[in-house]
């Protein structure tokens, strides 16, 4: 699809050169104004971007409203999530058809009547963006402590009600990241967020009583970033002190919330672990002898280390990734070849039980577990093909049950579908996991299929296989579907990550170029019709890859991309820059500034053929500014030789992820699936 009419001319921002010198070379933005969102010239700019945008997409309007049809189709609107025990309570959420968002509810008994405790649906009403972040419920279940946020910038309110009469008790706390209660039902914990949105002060004070708030800590390395919570057992809260690399992890008995937190392992050079309690033990997943973690336990009492007792050791060729503690069990969570896995053990007796999965490629997440005396574990597992499904299996026995399948309406049925893993290799030998999926009577391995192939990796965050109703619209388009699982994120676990951040970052595109190729070279796909999408640093992966290999891909979805690496990191003001020196480097250091330089998608554009681009972002984003996509399309735009359409789509009501509700969110997909299937030539 291309448009020749004057109509669909695009913006063009004027320049204003900007110059700095850095390590001696001289750099000049053009763009730098657009970070003036005052400025009425950058509001006429970005509505005027919003709006070729939409003008560019109208011919596609049909085929978005079939794609929404399609999807909304799928869904069960009235919905019901399996209900959580909690103290005397079982939460759980449920959605009604025309509503937006959740209602969040409880019962006395599965049998008793409802009870809602919060309708978000009420609460957003009159505004564009709303999202609620912490939903703490006292231990006796009267008073609940909650944040909001109507603006997508990810600043959240911290307000309290009391449960039996419904009574705000006008707390207004601004900034909070986290919070966590107490034992007494009275005294709170919250955390609030710096100037630059780093959670950095943790504070005490009690409630409903009054009283001004005392300060517990303030952490003043701005690498860290302050969390509080409360351990499953109710026995502990924990303040945890992250960054990228380190950890502190101090605790407090919850009994005597006027106490002093204790620090359990002091924060040192690539130390990192979590804590969990029980039973008189408190258990760390610590990585001390290797990077993929060992587990140990050590006595509330007197967690020295010479106290310490080993659990499960480290293994450099499986990930451990997590833990739960239970009454009579604790459960570990454990990457092996990439694929999640569960472990059972006892406390009584020692005796373990694995829990395997059958597919090839899926994903797996533990659910539902706040009860420290459960008498059975939850997870939910999915595959590309397979509905999310919660399932339960009983601590003593092993006997599994299905708690709930995810309703996919309209016919679906899995069987028609297939899904695979297979492993491409890097340009140094690596093999890189690829998960992929298409519909069965479709499929035709001679590279006819449209490709559609997604990426993330950085931070150590693995791109799960997960599934997705709405992407049945692509796959019975024929559409063919992966995910490349490249060094950078944590699908192989740690030492994964860490061979794609830092001064080996080049990894993560060269990775995700020969997962490309792989799906080219085997006729999965042919690069005239392959697609592709990344979102935040996934964003930065997809302006790297299309400044490497223009020629690989047909199409490029890029939401709310991290393209600005230079600029960006050079500003210690901006939320998140100074912690994240430790995941890309600080570009005032040469040898930082010589990798960065490599890759940085802004900076390495140059005169040349590009594919067809839909950009995307929002203008209350707090993790990436609004001004990189917007200078980044800018300037593209100017060093585009070919027709290829770059389209700029901004929200003016959001934040990092875009519509919060529920409709308008499909509204997003059937407008990005619209491009997408527009340039591979499925239009209907």
């Keep these: 699809m291309s448009r020749t009419d004057t109509a669909a001319a695009p913006p063009t921002a004027k320049k204003v050169p900007r110059t700095l010198v850095l390590h001696g070379e001289t750099r000049v933005d053009d763009y730098f104004w657009l970070r003036d969102k005052a400025n009425p010239e950058v509001q006429d700019y970005l509505r005027a971007e919003d709006a070729h945008a939409s003008a560019w997409m109208k011919p596609t309007e049909g085929l978005q409203q079939r794609l929404y049809d399609e999807m909304l189709g799928r869904i069960q609107e009235d919905d019901l999530s399996v209900p959580v025990r909690k103290g005397g309570w079982f939460y759980f959420s449920r959605t009604e058809k025309g509503k937006q968002y959740p209602i969040l509810c409880r019962k006395r008994a599965l049998d008793a009547a409802e009870e809602v405790v919060l309708d978000l649906n009420a609460m957003a009403a009159g505004h564009p963006f709303f999202a609620i972040d912490t939903y703490e419920i006292s231990d006796d279940g009267n008073l609940l402590l909650y944040s909001t946020d109507t603006t997508g910038f990810r600043e959240y309110t911290l307000q309290a009600m009391d449960l039996r009469t419904r009574e705000d008790l006008g ?166 070849d990439g694929l999640d896995r569960i472990r059972i053990v006892s406390l009584v007796d020692g005796a373990s039980r694995d829990v395997d999965f059958p597919e090839p490629a899926y994903a797996m997440f533990p659910t539902g577990n706040a009860s420290f005396d459960a008498t059975a574990y939850r997870f939910q597992y999915q595959s590309p093909i397979t509905p999310p499904t919660v399932y339960e299996q009983d601590l003593r026995t092993g006997e599994m049950r299905i708690l709930k399948r995810q309703p996919v309406l309209g016919g679906y049925d899995p069987a028609r579908y297939a899904v695979e893993r297979v492993w491409a290799e890097a340009p140094d030998g690596v093999k890189v996991p690829v998960s992929i999926a298409y519909r069965k009577d479709l499929f035709r391995r001679d590279g006819s299929n449209p490709g559609f192939l997604y990426g993330y990796g950085s931070y150590g965050y693995p791109m799960s296989p997960t599934f997705s109703s709405n992407r049945v619209s ?53 690069s005239d019709r392959l697609g592709i999408e990344g979102g935040s640093a996934g964003g930065l992966l997809m302006g790297a890859v299309v400044n490497l290999r223009p020629d690989l891909f047909r199409a490029v979805i890029s939401k709310v991309p991290f393209v600005d690496v230079i600029n960006t990191m050079l500003d210690e003001t901006l939320p998140l820059t100074v912690g994240e020196f430790e995941e890309w ?100």
């Design 585 to 684: 480097g600080n570009p005032k250091v040469r040898e930082d500034y010589e990798v960065l330089k490599a890759y940085c998608p802004y900076s390495n554009l140059k005169p040349g053929a590009y594919p067809a681009m839909l950009v995307k972002t929002s203008t209350e984003d707090r993790q990436v500014m609004y001004w990189e996509p917007a200078k980044y399309v800018a300037r593209l735009r100017t060093l585009k030789t070919n027709g290829t359409p770059v389209l700029f789509k901004v929200n003016f009501a959001a934040g990092h992820g875009g519509a919060s509700g529920r409709y308008d969110a499909l509204k997003e997909t059937a407008f990005d699936y619209a491009f997408l299937l527009a340039q591979v030539g499925l239009s209907e």
């Design 474 to 526: 692509l796959l019975d388009r024929g559409v063919v579907y992966a995910i490349a699982h490249v060094r950078g994120g944590g699908d192989l676990g740690k030492p994964w990550h860490d061979q794609g951040r830092m001064h080996r970052k080049m990894n993560t595109f060269t990775d995700f170029i020969a997962c490309a190729e792989h799906l080219v070279r085997e006729r999965y796909t042919a």
């Design 171 to 336: 707390i207004r706390v601004e900034k909070v990241s986290s919070a966590a209660w107490a034992a007494d039902n009275a005294t709170v914990f919250y955390v609030t967020d710096d100037a630059a949105k780093r959670p950095y002060r943790l504070w005490r004070r009690t409630i409903p009583a009054g009283g001004e708030a005392t300060l517990v800590h303030e952490e003043t390395d701005e690498r860290f970033n302050v969390g509080i919570s409360r351990t499953r057992s109710l026995a502990y809260l924990l303040m945890s002190i992250d960054s990228h690399t380190q950890t502190e992890v101090r605790c407090l008995d919850a009994e005597a919330p006027w106490g002093e937190f204790a620090t359990l392992v002091p924060r040192a050079k690539d130390l990192e672990y979590d804590v969990e309690h029980g039973g008189g033990l408190f258990y760390l997943r610590i990585n001390d002898t290797g990077r993929t973690y060992r587990l140990v336990s050590a006595p509330a009492g007197d967690p020295r280390r010479e106290n310490w007792v080993e659990l499960i050791p480290n293994r450099p060729d499986v990930m451990l990734t997590g833990v739960d503690v239970f009454a009579t069990h604790y459960a570990v969570t454990e990457k092996r």
